[in-house]
């Protein structure tokens, strides 16, 4: 049951995650529902990624309380990599 709750939990983070992000990138972003969250996600590993550089240890975050913040941070670059990979291959 604990693993239901936290796969729910990381669903709903990736969709605030993503959807705050996607709100603050200026432009339109052409995702649906699905790729809102898995983008939420992927920001969220990004900004662990981030953390782990800077901080030296996966183990000791950046600043407490820096999750939601590195998470929207890595969710805008990863907004920023896919517009531009799409504009590239003329995606629109």
């Not at 649906?32 to 240890?57: E, H, K, R, Y």
């Amino acid at each position: 049951m604990d693993t239901i709750v936290a796969i729910f939990v990381w669903i709903l983070f990736g969709l605030i995650v993503g959807a705050i992000a996607r709100a603050v990138y200026p432009g339109r972003q052409p995702m649906g529902f699905g790729s809102t969250i898995a983008l939420g996600i992927a920001g969220s590993l990004v900004g662990g990624a981030i953390s782990w550089a800077v901080s030296g240890a996966p183990n000791r975050p950046l600043l407490e309380g820096s999750g939601w913040i590195l998470s929207i941070l890595g969710a805008l670059i990863v907004v920023w990599v896919v517009t531009a990979m799409n504009q590239r291959s003329g995606v629109k």
